[in-house]
């Protein structure tokens, strides 16, 4: 009885080391995950580049209701120019021409506001554009870096888990030849 009792423990500490092993042979393998520490900087950025687009957005619909506006100033004094070219000169008195020209002037002065509105409009676009454009290439240089290191990463990870298949590898070769 102490014979198979002894062979029993023995065979018990075999599958003990046994299962240790196969605990410890998938830690080594999987290694630690990858974590970008600019991960934060990359949000930031990226955050940066949604902000510019919805500027940039913005800055397109004011140049495009300028635009509306300078083409109904545009139509309006047209259209002021041929009503006083085709009324009758000789009915009109004085302050009806003064009241016409008055008239005319402010037609013009709006449109005047609305070349201008439309040159501010269009630099303001030109330069959220341009903001646009460095947010997202912040961003993607961000990007690319982040994917470069989950290369690295990748690489070394599979780099360890080659050197420790390596290993096992050679330790049951040198324990089969034993």
Do not use: W
């Amino acid at each position: 009885m102490g014979a198979a009792s002894g062979l029993g423990d023995r065979a018990q500490r075999v599958l003990t080391a046994k299962g240790r092993a196969r605990q410890a042979d998938k830690g080594a393998v999987t290694g630690p995950s990858f974590r970008f520490r600019l991960e934060r900087v990359r949000a930031v950025r990226e955050r940066k580049e949604k902000l510019a687009q919805q500027e940039l957005a913005r800055s397109i619909s004011r140049l495009s209701s300028t635009q509306a506006e300078l083409q109904s100033a545009e139509a309006e004094l047209q259209s002021a120019h041929a009503e006083q070219r085709h009324a009758p000169q000789s009915t009109l008195g004085a302050v009806e021409l003064q009241t016409r020209q008055a008239f005319l002037e402010r037609v013009e002065a709006r449109r005047s506001q609305g070349v201008e509105e439309l040159q501010r409009s269009e630099a303001e676009v030109a330069a959220r554009n341009t903001e646009l454009v460095r947010a997202a290439g912040e961003h993607e240089m961000l990007n690319r870096l982040r994917e470069r290191r989950r290369l690295e990463h990748d690489r070394e990870a599979s780099r360890r888990e080659s050197k420790v298949l390596d290993e096992m590898a050679a330790t049951r070769r040198r324990g089969s030849m034993a």
